[in-house]
């Protein structure tokens, strides 16, 4: 009976087990499929292909128009899920090595190729000013098969729907590229995205894999090493030069009228409303003044709460200029977006900014140290902002205004600088090999002046000399320019050679030979106890004598006409004056600008006054680095006008020393014999009494102050002489003593 019993029992499980399989409850695995550690290493392996699925079978659970997925990944957060599906985030995992060509690059450098303007197309002012800074740059080409990097013609500044700047239809716009490659090696420039009531950072198309230079950006959605923050500038920042910063001298100690201000809007509703809205619980009407307005949008007064009066009535009591200039602190909390104006107005002011922008990535932050410009606050810690700004030292806040100073004229103050910045960035990137270190793009003059294709030791520039603890090579290598044949041997370059060579100083002489008559034989040349190198002049032209040659193996270089009178003494005290000051013109010839204000352009004059701003290289010293920069960093039309007239070389180079180092030339001695004794001579006498030679100084001086976009060059009343200088003492005294006889 029990054996019965069990019988039954094995045919009624086993009768069960066979209508389960039947009807798809159980399902059976046909083989050993991989581990999810061997999943990759399967080649067309899907992980749900490892189980047989019988028709009828049940299906698991999925929501309805949802369709199957065999992605491994496919249990992903929310977050994730959110980035695959919006445009913005396509190329989220984007770095240099992954989503940019750098073979592209390889041929002829770092290019940049800005596609021709669309028929139709309209365009910002602002972004008209981007594309004009970069086809202005020496990384501009006009051949794509040149190119390293591509930017739109398209405007992409402003992705507000509601903005009259939106361009619609930009996805398939872009597309139709034939550069396109989806947007691998592509930079878009944009300042505003999004739109009401949220502002998200969705441009409105797909960006594929192309970097993005954007304002207002944040860190969830920055991509370290591939995107640029930009600041967010207004349509009336200017497109070059731009203006100095307002701190003209320093008060000790640093303290301002005020120690924390602001003035700006107040949103009621909305995203950036919580910030603002939470000012007015520090607000003390005395020396933190933090003043906000709702009367602002159509609408206000709809929307308007019980401190809309009493704040609007208060916000019109400050002038915004007054405040801001006499403040040492200024508020920047964020608005709609993440920038703000705010930011650009602190720095030019000197007024040190004081984040208040949870999640901004902040402009420039691949390069720029912003903890030694700027105070980075918390929202969350909105009261304990005054506290924190007044327990700075004083030494802290000198140090802090000064480098507001700096970056806001190096980086900030025109749209060229934020556009060139920016390719500069990606170039270093590119050219790892020569990227500037962190001091060359935090220290004066700036990564843009420096240029790491030169060198990228820090000791081969002249502006790290004290940083460093190190001091210029002290010899100098003398060029003198010709022009002129060489028919007789009581012609005054002889003599200029001869007393040259004989300082202690130099080390060799160059003769760079611009003559259109043949070379001298050797033996024609003076004797001397240095070498004495004669070059032909490349092509003939008047910026060959600035070319970086080399030949020179000094960092001064000793910059002399044929026609220069000078002893020796002279140049040996010219010399020890440079070492003193070696990122700044030292020489004898001294001239001067001024604002003629009844023709409304720059005038040049050689009349003696009781200042000068230029020292003409007739008889200059200067360090070589300047050569590779004249060569390099200014356009080719500024040294083809140039060439063309023969003309206005040294004031050229005056002008691009002074841009660099923000400081006037130093005149060494009373020379007045100088212009006198070049116009007695032969050789260049047609020169200097050509009326046209000085009509062309005048022209001259107005074209480069429109290329540099301002006036670059610095008035000085000093002047240097040697010690015991005309005194009445012993002549055995003093070192320099032939000079007195000059």
Not at 65 to 81: A, M, T
Not at 334 to 349: K, N, V
Not at 688 to 710: E, I, L, V, Y
């Amino acid at each position: 009976m029990q054996a019965k019993k069990r019988y039954l029992t094995l045919f009624s499980a086993g009768a069960c087990l066979i209508l389960v399989f039947c009807f798809g409850g159980l399902q059976v695995p046909l083989a050993r499929g991989p581990s999810r550690r061997d999943d990759g290493s399967v080649a067309g392996h899907r992980p749900g292909a490892r189980w047989r699925h019988f028709p009828g079978s049940l299906q698991p659970f999925r929501p309805r128009g949802q369709d199957w997925s065999d992605d491994p990944n496919e249990h992903v957060s929310p977050r994730h899920k959110r980035d695959a599906n919006s445009g913005l985030y396509d190329g989220k995992r984007c770095r240099m090595d992954s989503c940019f060509n750098f073979s592209l690059c390889e041929k002829n450098g770092f290019k940049v190729y800005v596609y021709p303007q669309q028929k139709g197309e309209k365009m910002s002012e602002s972004y008209q000013n981007i594309l004009s800074s970069i086809e202005g740059s020496m990384f501009y080409t006009p051949d794509p098969g040149q190119a390293c990097l591509f930017v739109l013609s398209l405007d992409t500044l402003d992705r507000d729907q509601l903005s009259p700047q939106y361009v619609h239809n930009l996805k398939a716009k872009v597309q139709s590229l034939h550069q396109w490659n989806g947007g691998r090696n592509h930079i878009i420039f944009n300042l505003y995205s999004g739109t009401w009531p949220d502002y998200t950072e969705d441009l409105g198309f797909d960006i594929g894999l192309a970097m993005l230079a954007k304002a207002s950006i944040s860190t969830e959605n920055f991509r370290p090493g591939f995107d640029v923050s930009i600041p967010l500038f207004s349509k009336e920042h200017p497109r070059t030069g731009g203006e100095r910063g307002y701190l003209k001298h320093n008060t000790i100690p640093p303290y301002r009228k005020y120690v924390l201000v602001f003035k700006g809007k107040r949103y009621l509703t909305g995203i950036g409303s919580d910030t603002r809205n939470a000012l007015y619980h520090v607000h003390n009407s005395d020396d933190v003044v933090l003043l906000t307005t709702c009367k602002h949008g159509k609408d206000w007064q709809k929307h308007k709460d019980a401190r809309c009066d009493k704040d609007n009535t208060e916000y019109d009591k400050y002038d915004y200029r007054e405040m801001l200039y006499n403040s040492t602190f200024c508020l920047v909390p964020r608005g709609r977006r993440l920038g703000s104006f705010r930011f650009l107005e602190a720095l030019q002011a000197a007024c040190v900014p004081v984040m208040l922008s949870n999640g901004w990535e902040l402009p420039f932050s691949e390069i720029i140290d912003w903890n030694t410009a700027a105070v980075i606050g918390d929202e969350r810690l909105l009261l304990q902002i005054p506290s924190t700004v007044r327990s700075i030292h004083q030494d802290k806040i000198l140090s802090l205004r000064h480098q507001t100073q700096f970056l806001w004229e190096a980086y900030f103050n025109s749209v060229e600088k934020i556009v060139l910045t920016t390719l500069e960035i990606i170039q270093d990137r590119v050219l790892r090999h020569t990227s500037r270190s962190n001091l060359m793009w935090n220290s004066l003059p700036g990564g843009l002046f420096t240029l790491p294709q030169y060198s990228t030791y820090l000791g081969d520039f002249p502006f790290y000399y004290a940083k460093l603890g190190v001091k210029p090579y002290t010899k100098f290598t003398a060029i003198v320019h010709m022009v002129s044949p060489l028919v007789s041997q009581s012609q005054p370059v002889m003599k200029l050679l001869v007393s040259v060579a004989k300082s202690q100083y130099c080390a060799q002489v160059i003769v760079l030979w611009n003559c259109d008559k043949p070379l001298p034989a050797k033996h024609r040349w003076p004797v001397t106890s240095v070498p004495v190198i004669v070059i032909e002049g490349e092509n003939k032209v008047i910026s060959s004598r600035f070319l970086p040659y080399d030949t020179i193996p000094t960092d001064a270089v000793l910059s002399l006409d044929e026609d220069t009178v000078l002893s020796t003494t002279e140049v040996d005290f010219a010399f020890t004056v440079w070492l003193s000051f070696p990122d700044r013109i030292v020489g004898y010839p001294a001239r001067s600008h001024f604002w003629d204000g009844n023709k409304e352009r720059w005038g040049y004059t050689s009349k003696w006054t009781n200042d000068y701003s230029m020292v003409l290289t007739g008889a200059a010293i200067y360090h070589k680095y300047y050569h590779y920069l004249y060569t390099t960093y200014l356009p080719a039309s500024l040294k083809s006008m140039v060439d063309q007239m023969s003309n206005c070389e040294d004031i050229l180079m005056n002008f691009l020393v002074s841009s660099v180092s923000k400081l006037p030339p130093i005149k060494v001695t009373q020379k007045k014999q100088y212009k006198e004794t070049m116009m007695g001579q032969s050789s260049r006498a047609s020169r200097w009494a050509d009326p046209d030679h000085f009509a062309q100084r005048q022209t001259c001086m107005n074209k480069f102050a429109s290329w540099f976009g301002t006036m670059p060059l610095v008035h000085s009343q000093m002047r240097l002489d040697p010690v015991l200088f005309k005194d009445q003492v012993s002549i055995l005294r003093k070192k320099y003593r032939d000079i007195e006889r000059l």
